[in-house]
């Protein structure tokens, strides 16, 4: 990422980590084939090969849209599941989880995701999902296909709607405290 505006936005509006945004997230630079112009975002790889982006103006898909992986330190038996990891990582402090993550970057991914994660031979998932009804919806459909090795996380963000909706509240207020 060498953009400051992309920087500042990731940053100052969505309150992730610079270092945590540089270590995940590459700056794509890409061609509107309807307007012909040429824009910017941060973006993640998906396991498609396909790069899942927003800016401070939208949030979209460039190539084929799909899940994201991202390997922890140790792999192995455990694995956590997000809509969107980054908020996790700037608040708990660490540039890597030791157990893999897995990003949806839409709910419509969760049969896939639950196929790899079967595939992969995960014994305990960790999901944080929106305390929204697709956020519901996925936590039981998890919960109906994987069984007891899921255990939910979002009540750590109630009663906000999404963890990065918890982070940029705390760093509102803790900007509240300074003035």
């Known amino acids: 990422l060498n953009s400051l505006g992309l920087v500042k936005y990731l940053t100052e509006v969505r309150a992730i980590n610079s270092s945590v945004a ?13 307007d012909g112009k040429n824009y910017f975002a941060a973006g993640i790889k998906n396991q498609s090969g396909g790069y899942e982006v927003r800016n401070p103006y939208f949030k979209t ?3 084929k849209k799909d899940f994201s ?18 908020s996790c990582l700037t608040d708990t402090g660490k540039k890597q989880m030791d157990c893999d993550i897995l990003v949806l970057n839409s709910v419509s991914f ?7 994660i079967k595939a992969g031979g995960y ?4 999901t944080f999902f929106d305390n929204d009804k697709a956020g519901a919806e996925a936590t039981e459909f998890f ?4 069984g007891g090795i899921v255990e939910t996380c979002n009540q750590f963000y109630l009663p906000h709607k999404d963890y990065n909706q918890l982070l940029t509240e705390r ?9």
């Open 143 to 146: 919960k109906q296909e994987l």
């Open 123 to 126: 014994q305990k998932v960790y």
């Open 171 to 179: 760093i509102k207020k803790l900007g509240q405290g300074r003035g």
């Open 61 to 63: 898909s460039i190539g």
């Open 69 to 86: 992986l991202v390997k922890g330190k140790e792999g192995g038996g455990e694995v956590m599941v997000f809509e969107g990891f980054l």
């Open 110 to 116: 969760r049969q896939p995701v639950v196929g790899f």
């Open 22 to 34: 540089r270590t995940y997230l590459e700056e794509i630079h890409y061609k509107n084939k309807t």
